[in-house]
T-cell receptor, first 113, second 115 residues
Framework: GQQVMQIPQYQHVQEGEDFTTYCNSS?????IQWYKQRPGGHPVFLIQ?????EVKKQKRLTFQFGEAKKNSSLHITATQTTDVGTYFC?????????????FGTGTLLAVQP | EAGVAQSPRYKIIEKRQSVAFWCNPI?????LYWYQQILGQGPKLLIQ????????DSQLPKDRFSAERLKGVDSTLKIQPAKLEDSAVYLC?????????????FGPGTRLTVL
């Protein structure tokens, strides 16, 4: 079955440092979505990428979708304590009729002030 | 706009007991999802409803788990009997439609502990 892996599993940074998490799917995706889950909270949608090679920015966050639509990355510039949480990528299989999202394994980000 | 509502927020039961969770999606959202999130893992889809019909329940352990969405609005998920490995957060989510380009809106979840 489809698997979505993320690396690293955990990263601890000093406030102000940059952070990147990588997402790799075993199958081609129709789109990739990113969610953030604060400690003790629920996943909250951040963004969706659809096109091959697409890059989107949200303030300090930069999202990329790979050319083959099997990988993606999230880069945070100059982390802040508010960035703490687990970042999940998720995607439905290419050609699927439903939005059955397969979530990645997640990357837990800790930011030390 | 009100978000996805879930209850209870926490539940502690002993193994072999039964438990039920309730979810009320965002008004007008046709698609409702139940996920299981084990500590340290990503959410895993258990069942997806489109209105009151089941779209996908391939990962639902049907010998002990059941779910319904009778009127196409709110939904209940039941576990009977519970096992230790069912300890997890059960998340409900909804989206306007079931298409592959819809973001999903998650509720706060129910944290289940099975002793």
């Amino acid at each position: 079955g489809q698997q979505v892996m993320q690396i690293p599993q955990y990263q601890h940074v000093q406030e102000g440092e940059d952070f990147t998490t990588y997402c790799n799917s075993s199958t081609t995706l129709s789109n990739i979505q990113w969610y953030k889950q604060r400690p003790g909270g629920h996943p909250v949608f951040l963004i969706q990428l659809v096109k091959s090679g697409e890059v989107k920015k949200q303030k300090r966050l930069t999202f990329q979708f790979g050319e083959a639509k099997k990988n993606s990355s999230l880069h945070i510039t100059a982390t802040q304590t508010t960035d703490v949480g687990t970042y999940f990528c998720a995607g439905p299989n290419y050609g699927g009729a439903t939005n059955k999202l397969i979530f990645g394994t997640g990357t837990l980000l800790a930011v030390q002030p | 706009e009100a978000g996805v509502a879930q209850s209870p927020r926490y539940k502690i039961i002993e193994k072999r007991q039964s438990v039920a969770f309730w979810c009320n999606p965002i008004s007008g959202h046709a698609t409702l999802y139940w996920y299981q999130q084990i500590l340290g893992q990503g959410p895993k889809l258990l069942i997806q409803f489109q209105n009151n019909g089941v779209v996908d329940d391939s990962q639902l352990p049907k010998d002990r788990f059941s779910a319904e969405r009778l009127k196409g609005v709110d939904s209940t998920l039941k576990i009977q009997p519970a096992k230790l490995e069912d300890s997890a957060v059960y998340l409900c989510a909804s989206s306007p439609t079931g298409g592959p380009y819809n973001e999903q809106f998650f509720g706060p979840g129910t944290r289940l502990t099975v002793l």
